[in-house]
Structures are given as C-alpha cells and as structure tokens.
C-alpha cells in the first residue's frame, strides 16, 4: 500500500517570497506522483506530475517540483508567490503499472499574505 | 472541451435518507473515479469504472454504491445517510484505462446530511 505525508498542515508567507511545501511518500513499489491545488468551492486541478524521466519536474502557474527517490520526497516549490497561489495543496502518488487510484495527502493550506 | 460536470453541486439531505450523485465526464474518457473529501479523513478513493465495470473500490460500507452508463456518465448513491456522510464528493474522469496519471476532476458535490 502507498502512503503520503504532508509535513506541514498550514504555511503562511508573505507576497513575493520563495515557498516549499513538503511531501513524502511510502510504497514498496514504484509510484508516479502528483500535486494538486483545490481553490474554495473548487475540484482539484493538477499542477505537476512525475512519471518518468528528469527528477525536475516543471508545472502550471511557476511551481516545480524535484523527485527523490532515496529521500522518498516530491517538494513542490515556487520562487516567488502571489495572493493568488492562496489555496489548499495536495500531494498524491499512484502505483506504477495499472489503472491505480490515487492515494492523498492531508494537504497544506497555503495562505500569501500582502 | 466541456469539463467534468457534477450535478447537483450542493445537496442538503436528512439522516435515513438516500442520494444520487450524478457526474459526467470529459467527451471520449471511459474511466470515472469517485473520491470523498471530509476535513478529518481528507480525499480518500471511494471506487472507479471503467466502460460500465467496477474495476476498483474503496474501504467504505457498501451503503456506498456506484455505476456507470454506456455513454460513460456515472452516478454514485448513498443510502441511509449518516452524519459523517456530510463531505465534498469529487468525481475524475481519464482518458481510456489510465485512470491516476490523466485524472481531471470535477468541481464536486456538497452534501449535507442533517
């Protein structure tokens, strides 16, 4: 079974700082990983995913994102936010090889402050 | 492209009673995922189809029960609410059977249980 970890519930910034918004993952087999961003009232919407390839993944919106494999991390990151990027972040994982669900984590609530 | 639409988007409904969720999925997606969202227990993957088959379910009671329809549209039904039935129900459609790593979603369903 897969397992996600968001180590911080709530991380407030102020505009126009760098922000990381932690992950970590547990599987005994391999996994694609993904962030999502849920708006208030909203669904979620995909900022990133890793499948394969280059561990730097870059997404929507100026986030990226960097896959360890050894740490079992997938830190999302952006060098400079807005009151925009104010929202809920969710890391997932999904196992390789099959039509697999998604596995989330708790989230963290993102708050930009003016 | 039209997204994924669910309907109704909020829903208020009495304890004992029952409800249908109606999701409808991107044109050409075949795979229909259902998640729950609830503030203590997060997003969690209540079940998926795929061209009319359950091919993946959840840990919830079977009060929790889904289909799907020939023209991919999916309806997820609740009987005998409970309380802790109160959630944001997320639908995600996928392209063909690659249901994690193309999964778009919804905006949800609001259901209320008084």
């Known amino acids: 079974a897969q397992s996600v970890t968001q180590l911080d519930s709530q991380v407030p910034v102020f505009e126009e700082a760098p922000v990381e918004l932690r992950c970590n993952y547990s599987?005994?087999?391999?996994?694609?990983l993904f962030w999502y961003v849920q708006y208030p009232n909203q669904g979620l919407q995909l900022l990133l995913k890793?499948?394969?390839?280059?561990?730097l993944v870059k997404g929507i919106n100026g986030f990226e994102a960097e896959f360890n494999k050894s740490q079992t991390s997938f830190h999302l990151r952006k060098p400079s936010v807005h009151i925009s990027d104010t929202a809920e972040y969710f890391c997932?994982?999904?196992?390789?090889?099959?039509?697999?669900?998604?596995?989330f984590g708790k989230g963290t609530k993102l708050t930009v402050n003016p | 492209k039209a997204g994924v639409t669910q309907t109704p988007r909020y829903l208020i409904k009495t304890r004992g009673q029952q409800v249908t969720l109606s999701c409808s999925p991107i044109?050409?997606?075949?795979?229909v995922s259902w998640y729950q969202q609830t503030p203590g227990q997060g997003l969690q993957f209540l079940f998926e189809?795929?061209?009319?088959?359950?091919?993946n379910k959840g840990n919830f009671p079977g009060r929790f029960s889904g289909r799907q329809f020939s023209n991919s549209r999916s309806e997820m039904n609740v009987s005998t609410l409970e309380l802790g039935d109160s959630a944001l129900y997320l639908c995600?459609?996928?392209?063909?059977?690659?249901?994690?790593?193309?999964?778009?979603f919804g905006q949800g369903t609001r259901l209320t249980v008084v």
């Open positions: 599987s005994s087999v391999s996994v694609y």
């Open positions: 995600a459609s996928s392209p063909l059977g690659v249901v994690a790593t193309e999964a778009f």
């Open positions: 044109s050409g997606h075949r795979s």
């Open positions: 997932a994982v999904s196992r390789q090889g099959g039509s697999e669900k998604l596995v």
């Open positions: 189809y795929f061209s009319e088959t359950q091919r």
């Open positions: 890793y499948l394969s390839g280059s561990t």
